[in-house]
Structures are given as structure tokens and as C-alpha cells.
């Protein structure tokens, strides 16, 4: 079992910079993507920036220049730097990795953490 906790929420105002970070725990897995998703009330969970085991990472066209995705293999976390906030950044972001556990692939959610972009 992996655990993923997330952590730097909270309130901004539009224009302002916050950054999250998730920690994966457990024991004898290997993390190959981790991803940042978000989920505004009533709307769908949508894909915000993905980073593979490589460093090769991918964002959504609305965060483009704004996020920056980044991850510390050794320490097992990924951050989210979110500058240049909008209101419509406002949404539940969770944490999302593709872990490998003696040879089995497994996909893991965090509870998330809660972003709120005053405008």
C-alpha cells in the first residue's frame, strides 16, 4: 500500500503564488508518473501537470505558464508551483501516482487539498 498526502492549500487572492506538495509513503514501491489533477464544484476531475520517472512533464493549456511541475525521487514528492493565479484555479487538487509494487502497476489517489483563488 501507498499513501499520498498533499499539502499547501489554502486561500489566495488572484495574482498571488502558492505551492503544493504531495509526499508518497509506504514501503517497496517504485513511482514511475505523478500527476496533479483538480475538481471544481459540479465539474469534472480534469488533469492539471503530469511528470514521469524521467522528468518529462505535461500540463494543461489553462496552466501553461502559470504551474510548474517538479518531483524529488528520493524523497518521494512531487510540487505544484502555481503562480499568476485566476479564480478559475479555484478547485479540490489531488495527488495522483502510477507506482510499481514487485512487479504489479497500481494507480494512487490522495484526499486532496483545497485551493481557493479570491478575485
Known amino acids: 500500500q501507498v499513501q499520498l498526502v498533499e499539502s499547501g492549500g489554502g486561500l489566495m487572492q488572484a495574482g498571488g503564488s502558492l505551492r503544493l506538495s504531495c509526499v508518497a509513503s509506504?514501503?517497496?514501491?517504485?513511482?514511475?508518473?505523478m500527476r496533479w489533477y483538480r475538481q471544481a464544484p459540479g465539474k469534472q476531475r480534469d488533469l492539471v501537470a503530469e511528470?514521469?520517472?524521467?522528468?518529462?512533464?505535461n500540463y494543461a493549456d489553462s496552466v501553461k505558464g502559470r504551474f510548474t511541475i517538479s518531483r524529488d525521487s528520493a524523497k518521494n514528492t512531487v510540487n505544484l508551483q502555481m503562480n499568476s493565479l485566476k479564480p478559475e484555479d479555484t478547485a479540490v487538487y489531488l495527488c495522483?501516482?502510477?507506482?510499481?509494487?514487485?512487479?504489479?502497476?497500481?494507480?494512487?489517489w490522495g484526499q486532496g487539498t483545497q485551493v481557493t483563488v479570491s478575485s
Open positions: 509506504g514501503s517497496a514501491f517504485s513511482i514511475n508518473v
Open positions: 511528470i514521469t520517472s524521467g522528468g518529462n512533464t
Open positions: 495522483n501516482a502510477d507506482v510499481s509494487i514487485k512487479g504489479y502497476s497500481y494507480r494512487y
